[in-house]
């Protein structure tokens, strides 16, 4: 099971992080990963990180700005995001695999709202 938190609304070049917690799975044997979607658009990729965050991958739109992260002990990864666009409003999803791009498992997500 994955929940996501931390949602809400903020101002254009705030701040906000979002976290999801997993149970019921091993956690630190998975690529974690966040991806985000508005209506009427694809799931858009975010960011994800292998099983020892060693590895980090980011979408263009989020370089410099967001900062994805986890914690093993506590079963959670997290998304740190600042400088906020009102483009970033979107729901945020995280999503779990054994592999980079190969996503089996899914949050029900979480809103982010940024405001002009």
């Known amino acids: 099971l994955l929940v996501e938190s931390g949602g809400g609304l903020v101002q254009a070049g705030g701040s906000l992080r979002v976290s999801c917690a997993v149970s019921?799975?091993?956690?630190?044997?998975?690529?974690m990963a966040w991806f985000r979607q508005t209506p009427g658009k694809e799931r858009e990729f975010v960011a994800d990180i292998s099983q020892s965050g060693r590895t980090i991958n980011y979408a263009d739109s989020v370089k410099g700005r967001f900062t994805i992260s986890r914690d093993n002990a506590k079963n959670t990864v997290y998304l740190q995001m600042n400088s906020l666009k009102p483009e970033d409003t979107a729901v945020y999803y995280c999503?779990?695999?054994?592999?980079?791009?190969?996503?089996?498992?899914w949050g029900e997500g979480t809103q982010v709202t940024v405001s002009s």
């Open positions: 999503a779990a695999g054994a592999y980079f791009k190969n996503y089996n498992y």
């Open positions: 019921g799975r091993p956690f630190s044997l998975y690529v």
